[in-house]
């Protein structure tokens, strides 16, 4: 069974940094997975962040370029996403997840995620 466990999220300052973590603990997921990550603020739609396919490609949504990068490391079993310049709007829920084999590169707009880590909370004080 594939577990996706995130850690790293937390109450930091506007302008700070933070770096997620997300590591396929039973070490299930194929090598060739597409992981990406995703983040859901109160009231709104879970909307997708970075990706990063088998072979290191990335893919960033707009409003992250530049200020996000997302990694992993050589045994493709923890992706991270390094976060500069937090900005308020920054705050929410965020969510790794293991795109479909496939799914096709770059991923979007709709995204096929087959699994979901937990959720690992960041919020921003101004």
């Known amino acids: 069974q594939v577990q996706l466990v995130e850690s790293g999220g937390g109450l930091v300052q506007a302008g700070a940094s933070l770096r997620l973590s997300c590591t396929d603990s039973?070490?299930?997921?194929?090598?060739?997975?597409?992981m990406a990550w995703f983040r859901q603020a109160p009231g709104k739609e879970r909307e997708f962040v970075a990706a990063?396919?088998?072979?290191?490609?990335?893919f960033y949504e707009d409003f992250v370029k530049g200020r996000f990068t997302i990694s992993r490391d050589k045994s493709k079993i923890t992706v991270y996403l390094q976060m500069y310049g937090l900005k308020p709007e920054d705050a929410a829920v965020y969510y790794c997840?293991?795109?479909?084999?496939?799914?096709?590169?770059?991923?979007?707009?709709?995204?096929?995620?087959?699994?979901w880590g937990q959720g690992t909370q960041v919020t921003i004080s101004s």
């Open positions: 997840g293991a795109l479909r084999l496939g799914s096709g590169w770059p991923p979007g707009p709709s995204y096929e995620v087959d699994y």
């Open positions: 990063i396919n088998w072979s290191g490609l990335t």
């Open positions: 039973g070490r299930t997921l194929s090598p060739y997975t597409s």
